[in-house]
């Protein structure tokens, strides 16, 4: 399998570099031959990554342990389920699917390119086969994941690292590469179009939807690695603005404003050298992240610390960097758009308000990650950037983002006028002040949240009332409530898409706010039989029962779960109950508790990585979460154990599948129908008859507009 791998490699270097070079100079010198013989050298590029990274899986499916990376990454006792886990474990098979991933999509871009970029299509493709060619010669010269023993190889292998033995792992590794390799798409498109001088809009639309695809990517598998995070971390969090987490998060908000102000330049032809900036931007911040991910200054413990590949990835960061600004720069003048913004109350002036939010939130993360690099360089001091840092600069702007966004949607392009304002925003602002004032009358002090929960509030208002006036002009017109609906979504599903989006968005905030403001932490020591208490939850310790496999010693604590009736103990002024042991109290019956269910959470000790993973206890319902950490079992049988109460958290992961539905609704192609009944790009439009009947959502609510 290794000497398969290598040539693979070899192969695949050659067909990548052929690829880059023969479409540059087919184009240049008008050889079609050249060209077509190109495109076909980057699909057989694609399927010599494929090989090799068969083969790759292949020898850790057969245990071959005289391949070094198989060795130090799996062991004959690992589960046959984390083979693929397994894979992209350590920082040469990550670097392989990587190099995979770009090359399947690649095939898929030059396949799917329409017909009108045929022009710009052999640029695009030396800039994808280019990218390639780097992740060729950095497998093959510096990180090969088929290096081999010298001597006889080792009967068995070191095993794989304790916390990627998780579900979440079979999905967030790939997800977050694929996202953050997958910007080279987009921006491969953008670059070809300008180096061929194509200045038109040709590019658009395919480069608008890889973006939301790719930047759908990029989101759910944040969302998953959140969700990983929270369960076998055995911190408590979700998102602690971990560097590597940082470094794949904004790209992701610079994609989320590119695919908002790419809308504006399909829909009005303005932002033109904008949404190019952007794609440079999210490319370049990509490669950084490939940087610090791959061995850069920045500890994380996501990073693979021990690699020396960090002087390869700011060199080809600093490559992207001058070539994506050089041909921006070169095409310059040629990227006006045709008309300006008119009004600040316009849709066109709030997304670029909602992309200026996104690029602030952007710099103030990206300073906190380089500034420990900049301290220890300039003062020979070290210096952690945390998360208080990142929440008290970055929350106010996400707050003014959400809000922007719930404003947006309701102003019409080009200007709003008064009576437009008095008729959309008079709901939404209702509904923000009727929460607003709920939330303080039940005796929430807190402003800051009750505000972000009004914020939230006037969005999820505005939705609402956008999709009710449109489906009931619709309904009035003769179909059913469901059918409306459908027909409203289905004629502009990218609009109603990213509203599905915007709702993922809420959620999301619901769940950061409850757990960021409202979380109650406790720690106890439990002889079995005894019990801690928190809010109206007693959490009874039974045993503790250990167990063993070839890589690891598991201990893990039985625990019953009750809900109690405060009204039943004699508590004091703060809630506490008058016991002097308050949270340690007897095991036994208690009047009204009821039992509703039991939790197991465990440490696993694994003596070959020296090191303990752990896994909570968690019980989840929509208002809170019960988590449950052992964070150390005691020699006298007893277990300490931090308890906590962390409100509104399962909407963190409600989010989730809203932002997958959202994402699939904005890119699902319309009907062919609709495809050929649209209009040629280019053809001007005749305006119906003085006084034609019109569709009743065109008549009652705003006129639909294509996005």
Known sequence: MADLGVISLLLGLGLSGYAAAGSVIGQSRSVPALIVSAR??????????????????????????????????????????????????????SLLYILFALAVMSVAAVIWAPKRFARSLPYTIAVLAATQVFYYLVLIFFASPFDTFPGAAPLEGLGLNPLLEHPGMYSHPPIIMA???????????????????????????????????????LGLGLLIGAWWAYTILGWGGYWSWDPIENVAFMPWLVMTAFIHSIMVQKRRGMFRMWNVALLNIAFVLAQLGMFINRGGPVVSVHSFASSSLGAVFISFMMVSLVFAFGVFLWRYPQLKSDRTVESFLSREASFLVNNFLLLAVVAVTLWGVVFPVFSDLARDVSVSISAPYFNRVNGPLLLAMVAVMGVGPLLPW????????????????????????????????????????????????????????GTAARHRGGDSWPAAYWKLVNGNRPRHGGYIVHLAVLALSIGIIGTQFFDQRVDVSLLPGESGVIDNYRVEFVETTEGSRADRITTEAHLNIYRIDRSE?????????????????????????RQIGTLDPWHGFYPAFNQVAVRSGIRSTLVEDLYLIPSNFNSDGSVALRMSINPLAMWLWISGPIFLLGTVVALWPAPAVERSAAPVTGAPRVPAPSGAAESPHRTLTRPRETE
């Open 569 to 593: 103990y004699d508590l004091d002024e703060n809630g506490y109950f008058v016991d002097s042991h308050k949270y340690d109290l007897d095991g036994g019956a208690y009047p009204g508790d």
């Open 179 to 217: 996202g953050l390799v997958g910007i080279t798409i987009p921006f491969a498109y953008a670059a070809g179009a300008l180096i061929s001088g194509n200045y038109g809009d040709d590019w658009v639309d395919i480069a608008r939807v890889s973006g939301i695809l790719i930047w759908g990517i």
């Open 40 to 93: 076909r050298s980057i699909y057989l590029s694609a399927a010599a990554s494929a090989t090799a990274a068969l083969a790759l899986l292949v020898a850790f499916m057969q245990n071959d342990f005289s391949i070094q990376y198989v060795h130090g990454h799996s062991n004959s006792f690992l589960e046959r389920g984390f083979t693929l886990v397994a894979f992209y474990a350590g920082n040469e098979g």
């Open 414 to 469: 080009r200007k709003t006028s008064a009576r437009s304002i008095r008729n959309w925003f008079v709901w939404p602002t209702v509904g923000a002040i009727v929460v607003i004032a709920g939330l303080f009358a039940s005796g929430i002090d807190q402003w800051v949240a009750v505000v972000a929960f009004g914020v939230i509030a006037f969005v999820a208002v505005a939705i609402a009332e956008e999709w009710w006036r």
